[in-house]
């Protein structure tokens, strides 16, 4: 499956993104979703994770209760919305996916999008 992630941009603290992912290619056995993040300087972190089949996320402590991720099955997306955007989320974000027969193992991975927020 290919990953393309877009959305990123320059924006305030406390103002609101919201990044895409669509996926083509074989979806059948998707498994997660999810979003992670490389802080400048930093080693990439874990942002947030659905189920690609059930009711099912899971986010960082960092980003609860501002960030949501979602998805759009017939679309084969995933949005990750961001509000409340403070300078400590800028960062590189991807997109990446994984399957069935590893489920906790991302192993497809799309380019970044830049998030830049800052006063």
């Known amino acids: 499956v290919q990953l393309q992630a877009s959305g990123g941009g320059a924006v305030q603290p406390g103002d609101s993104l919201k990044l895409s992912c669509a996926a083509s290619g074989r979806t059948l056995n998707l498994y997660y979703m999810g979003w992670f993040r490389q802080p400048p300087g930093k080693e990439r972190e874990f942002v947030a994770r659905?189920?690609?089949?059930?009711?099912?996320?899971d986010y960082a402590d960092a980003v609860k209760g501002r960030f949501t991720m979602s998805r759009e099955n017939a679309k084969n997306k995933v949005y990750l919305q961001m509000n409340n955007l403070q300078p400590e989320d800028t960062a590189v974000y991807y997109c990446?996916?994984?399957?069935?027969?590893?489920?906790?193992?991302?192993?497809?991975w799309g380019q970044g999008t830049q998030v830049t927020v800052s006063s």
């Open positions: 990446a996916a994984s399957w069935i027969w590893a489920p906790a193992n991302f192993g497809s």
């Open positions: 659905i189920r690609w089949n059930i009711d099912s996320t």
